[in-house]
């Protein structure tokens, strides 16, 4: 009796552990996958691949070994593909933290390259022969191999790297400057070494007495695999946010929205396969109808899950901003496309026709009917001319506008006294019998401004509604020009994101670039925008070393004609010449007219001129310019870009010049001795 409940429990231990296992190869490729879609960029995140790789190798062979039918000598070698890296992978990330907070050392990169040759070599040497690892250990639950010659040599290789790798994270952690990189450091430092010492074949070295319990290493296995899969998880929450150009409330909801729909909805289900296959005997049933059913319900449930606690979870994600999300998904809930613009007017225009048991109608939306250019949107029913209206806008316009202009409203008892007297139109309410149709002006609710016009063809000679009608054409006039003032108004929120959209990307990839253990350097906000041709950044670059420095000294520029032409009158150096020309060009982006601080036609030159010809602090440019510092990069690269236009020009004219050289541009020596003055022409 014991021993069948001994069984039974240790046999519910391995077949939890498999699917433990299973769980870390999927979770350990999907943060590969994710890595590869958000993150590639980052040299953090392509090391923590690599180490995501060594993990699957390692797991994927321990798995197929318990699967597959003794000896299982062969998935244990293959295993050893990521023991083998998995040294190298560490150092390799270590270093990749320590490098993003300043720390470069020539000696781990070296190390990184010997341990990566040293671990393909200990692989082969596993695969090839037996001097490593050799068959040993063939049980049905617990297979190893055991220790050959070079096994000690490379234990004492694996631990000595992985030590040195976690003692840079330990550095790396406390080189970061800022709370948010401190925490999140905090959180990489407490699971870096648990997949390094996980992974290492115990095994081999110790065994395992056969005198004692097999549950026992099974348990210890079994805790140290839910410890690998917190412990991956937690370094892909930190390294989700290197090189992922989007903010970090986004990158959280991105990535756990990912998991939850990735990996562990796969763990799941194969969870579910599993079990269905052990429960067949219980229930009566086929194991892959129970497996079949229970995958599909879980499936629908999970999307249901999802989609229900979505919104609360993304409130959740952003804590104190939570108002501001909740706007966000209203926003994005209830904008009214185009095509559902069409779509409910329509159904107003059918209601209308009902209503009236008009044949056809039309309604013509137009931004501002006083505007010559707006171009209606026309929406019809029924047989109507649809060519033929489009070309009669004017025409509408002509009637709406004399009818607006007449700045009297239809009397509530005296709509025919109102007829005689105008001739024109016949009205009842606000209708207007214009060539065969009933015309309703629609207005807008606050400013009375005509929004667009429906109209439908008459039935009658006389605008002839019962109270029904009245009431009913009421409610659905109020319904089209309300969709129609809402369209505006969202137009013009779309015309505004279009405006807002290139900067949120450029603070959004500033953001990426600047997100690091470290504190932000000013160089990272100072980075090449994407757009820049190479001219233009050859140019910045020069600039940027102004008044010395490798990017000036060795400028590809020094090449140009214009620059040749201008080393006569500066002693023969190529450097000083090339500042000339600079200076020139900055020069030539001064406006005429005493010098202004404020003035938008001098900011490109005083940005350039104080920032880098005098060497003024960005702090005080911004300050004298009254501006903020973020505005004035902006600015800066709009300058930079004229600068480097400039130059072109110059260069043409360098070598269109036939008659010998024109007068080279003035020598710049020095620094000025001090700023220029605020008030004061330079």
């Known amino acids: 009796m014991m021993t069948d409940l001994f069984s039974t429990l240790l046999g519910a231990v391995t077949l939890l552990n498999r699917i433990i296992t299973t769980g870390i190869l999927i979770t350990a490729f999907a943060l590969v996958i994710y890595i590869g879609l958000y993150n590639r960029r980052s040299r953090i995140a392509r090391a923590y691949a690599v180490l995501l790789v060594c993990i699957i190798g390692t797991y994927l062979g321990d798995l197929l070994a318990q699967l597959s039918s003794p000896p299982p000598f062969e998935w244990l070698r293959f295993q050893w593909i990521g023991i083998a890296l998995m040294p190298a992978a560490a150092l390799n990330l270590s270093d990749a933290l320590l490098r993003a907070t300043g720390e470069i050392s020539p000696i781990r990169r070296t190390a990184v390259k010997a341990g990566y040759a040293i671990g393909l070599v200990v692989f082969l040497l596993v695969a090839l022969s037996d001097l490593v690892a050799t068959p040993g250990i063939s049980t049905s639950l617990l297979p190893h191999l055991k220790p050959g010659l070079l096994f000690f040599p490379?234990?004492?290789?694996?631990?000595?790297s992985i030590s040195w790798a976690t003692y840079n994270v330990i550095e790396a952690r406390r080189r970061s400057l800022t709370?948010?990189?401190?925490?999140?450091?905090?959180?990489?430092?407490?699971?870096?070494?648990?997949?390094?010492?996980?992974?290492?074949?115990?095994?081999?070295?110790?065994?395992?007495?056969?005198?004692?319990?097999?549950?026992i290493p099974w348990l210890g296995i079994l805790v140290v695999n839910l410890g690998i899969g917190a412990a991956i998880t937690l370094m892909g929450y930190t390294v989700a946010y290197f090189g992922a150009s989007a903010p970090d409330r986004v990158i959280k909801r991105r990535?756990?929205?990912?998991?939850?729909?990735?990996?562990?909805?796969?763990?799941?289900?194969?969870?579910?396969?599993?079990?269905?296959?052990?429960?067949?005997?219980?229930?009566?049933l086929p194991g892959d109808f129970i497996g079949l059913i229970a995958v599909a319900t879980l499936i629908l449930l999970a999307q249901l899950f999802?989609?229900?606690?979505?919104?609360?979870?993304?409130?959740?994600i952003?804590?104190?901003d939570a108002d501001e999300v909740k706007h966000l998904q209203q926003f994005s809930e209830r904008l009214m496309t185009t095509s559902d613009l069409r779509q409910f007017l329509e159904n107003i225009l059918a209601a209308l026709c009902d209503l009236l048991r008009a044949r056809t109608a039309f309604i013509m939306k137009m931004a501002?009917?006083?505007?010559?250019?707006?171009?209606?949107?026309?929406?019809?029913?029924?047989n109507l001319e649809v060519d033929a209206l489009p070309s009669q806008p004017e025409t509408v316009r002509s009637v709406i506008r004399s009818h607006s202009a007449n700045g009297k409203s239809v009397p509530e008892n005296g709509a025919a006294e109102y007829a005689t007297a105008h001739q024109t139109f016949e009205l009842e309410h606000d209708f207007i019998q214009w060539d065969g149709y009933w015309l309703i002006p629609l207005r807008a609710r606050e400013s009375d401004d005509v929004l667009g016009v429906i109209g439908l063809v008459a039935r009658a000679s006389e605008p002839d509604l019962t109270d029904e009608e009245r009431q009913g054409v009421a409610v659905l006039i109020s319904q089209a020009a309300r969709s129609l003032e809402d369209s505006i108004k969202q137009q013009l929120a779309f015309e505004a994101l279009e405006r807002i959209i290139p900067e949120a990307d450029d603070m959004q990839r500033r953001i990426a670039e600047t997100r690091n253990p470290a504190a932000p350097t000013v160089a990272d906000f100072e980075l090449v925008p994407e757009g820049y041709d190479d001219f233009t950044h050859l140019v910045r670059d020069a600039l940027s070393h102004y008044w010395g420095g490798p990017k000036l000294t060795n400028s590809p520029l020094l090449k140009l004609r214009v620059v040749v032409d201008a080393m006569d009158a500066n002693n023969g150096n190529a450097t000083k010449a090339l500042r000339a020309v600079l200076n020139a060009a900055i020069e030539r982006l001064k406006p005429d007219g005493a010098r202004s601080l404020t003035a938008a036609e001098w900011l490109l030159y005083n940005i350039l001129e104080m920032k880098i010809v005098q060497q003024q602090r960005v702090r005080d440019v911004a300050r004298k310019l009254i501006m903020s510092e973020s505005d004035l990069y902006r600015k800066q690269r709009a300058a930079f870009e004229e600068v480097s236009r400039i130059v072109l020009e110059m260069e043409q004219e360098a070598r269109s010049r036939s008659?010998?050289?024109?007068?080279?541009?003035?020598?710049?020596?020095?620094?000025?001795?001090k700023p220029v003055s605020e008030t004061q022409g330079p």
């Open 368 to 382: 501002a009917l006083n505007r010559p250019d707006s171009q209606p949107v026309l929406v019809t029913i029924g």
């Open 318 to 320: 952003a804590a104190e």
């Open 154 to 160: 490379f234990t004492l290789f694996y631990f000595s």
């Open 255 to 284: 990535l756990i929205k990912y998991l939850i729909r990735g990996p562990t909805l796969a763990a799941l289900v194969i969870t579910v396969l599993v079990l269905s296959s052990r429960i067949e005997k219980w229930l009566g």
């Open 179 to 215: 709370a948010t990189s401190k925490r999140r450091m905090t959180y990489f430092t407490l699971s870096f070494p648990a997949p390094a010492l996980a992974v290492f074949p115990y095994l081999l070295p110790v065994d395992w007495p056969l005198i004692l319990p097999q549950i």
């Open 306 to 316: 999802i989609v229900t606690l979505q919104p609360t979870m993304d409130r959740l």
């Open 659 to 673: 008659d010998g050289p024109a007068p080279a541009p003035t020598p710049v020596d020095e620094p000025p001795a």
